[in-house]
């Protein structure tokens, strides 16, 4: 199994040729939603797409939890191949099963339980809330398959390996497009089809990325006794949890943003919820820098790299700032032909609602960049086992998003929801950046040391 070292050769080469099978595994990712967007929005229709948009953010806190933890898995594996130690990576991807399969239970328990009531809390509408609970229901259901298929994959980055995860999301993209096809269109499932779709789709690339995290060492496989090492899981768990708060976090600014969005009526919903699915097709660039740059921090701080993390650092924010710029140049360009693929029901379109998305847009287009920053600083940060910096990052996200949501839109109408998203890029990118500069600060002195 081909796998890339990132403690040496040219940087910028490096994370390239890691960052492109992202990148490609992403767009494919987007796919997922991409087409449920539009065969929700063109065969179940409006209140269809804004019932997806209700449970968004819900979704976003219990996917991007479960993702905290297995983000914080992929560092300690990282930091274990750049040091080439066997047995310590052994225990990782062990422990890492085991907390998992808890995790896994957890989420499905307390979801299942409080779900129903958090869409009410939230003032979904009521023409909407039964297709809202629907859905959601379906994807709480599925979330083991959620959790493990990004852990797996989590595992071959951490060790590499991008182009695995890229064949595992190729396969899981057809299967999503043609069970989309045939649950939501032909057979008439409705909302419940397209979650059904998507967590089927998962599963097939939770099987296909199994067979190859046993094979990381070619034939010479890894033995796992899957004995509960509660050292650690601790360890692991230590790695994981203020990554998992840190997602949780901004999830709760986004759940009380949407409790306001949510006043605005379903048409404002649909769009703005049409918009935000463009905008996560656009993040796919932000998303590959993401892993590559994590993965290249993490074996070079296994391998006590101090001066190549300090250079790829650099060469990577200005990576960062060309692919943001021409994601902005793409939102400006397509952004309106796209809504309407996502909008238009029968030949017919609502303008309200492309107008809503439109401004959206064109108003993130002028900051995207931020964005990208964002996301290289995130990865440098939590490659370098700063877990508790980037979770604190957070709530600068938390409070900008709900300040604007809350006082702007009293004054400046529902641009106040676009200016709280740029605000929170910005919050966090500075003290993402600051605490960047403190951690290397204190490693430069540590090597000076030895």
């Known amino acids: 199994m081909k796998t890339i070292d990132m403690t040496e050769g040219k940087i910028a080469t490096k994370l390239t040729k890691f960052a492109i099978p992202l990148i490609?595994?992403?767009?494919?990712?987007?796919?997922?939603?991409?087409?449920?967007?539009?065969?929700?929005?063109?065969y179940i229709g409006t209140n269809g797409l804004a019932a997806l948009g209700t449970v968004e953010w819900i979704v976003f806190i219990i996917i991007s939890g479960a993702q905290g933890f297995t983000q914080g898995f992929s560092i300690d594996i990282a930091q274990s191949a750049g040091k080439k130690d066997r047995k310590t990576l052994e225990e990782a991807i062990e422990g890492s099963i085991n907390v998992c399969v808890l995790l896994s239970i957890t989420i499905t328990v307390v979801g299942l339980i409080l779900g129903k009531g958090l869409l009410r809390l939230l003032n979904t509408p009521d023409e909407i809330i039964g297709l809202s609970w629907s859905y959601l229901r379906i994807l709480i259901l599925g979330i083991a398959i959620t959790t493990f298929y990004n852990m797996f994959s989590g595992i071959l980055r951490s060790y590499g390996n991008s182009v695995t995860p890229l064949n595992a999301l190729i396969l899981s993209s057809i299967v999503n497009i043609i069970l989309d096809f045939l649950f939501i269109y032909y057979f008439k499932l409705g909302v419940v089809g397209a979650a059904v779709a998507t967590l089927l789709a998962q599963l097939?690339?939770?099987?296909?990325?199994?067979?190859?995290?046993?094979k990381i060492f070619g034939d010479d496989k890894l033995h796992f006794s899957f004995n509960v090492n509660p050292r650690k899981m601790y360890e692991l768990i230590k790695l994981g949890v203020p990554l998992c708060f840190q997602n949780i976090v901004i999830g709760i600014g986004g759940v009380a943003v949407q409790a306001v969005i949510n006043t605005y009526g379903a048409v404002f919903i649909a769009g703005y919820t049409a918009a935000n699915k463009l905008y996560g097709l656009l993040e796919i660039g932000a998303w590959g820098l993401n892993g590559a740059v994590g993965t290249f921090v993490g074996q070079n701080k296994g391998a006590n790299n101090y001066r190549r993390v300090n250079k790829g650092f650099r060469i990577s924010v200005v990576m960062a700032i060309v692919m943001g710029a021409f994601m902005s140049g793409i939102m400006l360009g397509l952004g309106e032909p796209i809504l309407r693929l996502f909008l238009e029901q029968e030949g017919t379109v609502n303008m309200s609602t492309i107008t809503i998305g439109k401004e959206f847009l064109n108003f993130l287009a002028a900051f995207f960049p931020l964005l990208y920053i964002l996301y290289v600083l995130y990865a440098v940060v939590q490659g370098m086992g700063n877990t508790f910096m980037s979770m604190i990052s957070s709530f600068a996200q938390l409070f900008m998003r709900i300040a604007c949501a809350y006082l702007l839109t009293s004054k400046i109408g529902y641009y106040g929801f676009f200016v709280g998203e740029v605000m929170a890029w910005v919050g966090s990118n500075l003290m993402l950046y600051l605490a960047y500069r403190i951690k290397m600060k204190k490693w430069r002195l540590e090597c000076y040391a030895e």
Do not use: H, P
């Open 204 to 214: 097939s690339s939770l099987i296909y990325c199994t067979k190859y995290v046993v």
């Open 24 to 42: 490609a595994g992403n767009i494919l990712q987007q796919m997922y939603v991409f087409f449920d967007t539009l065969f929700v929005g063109r």
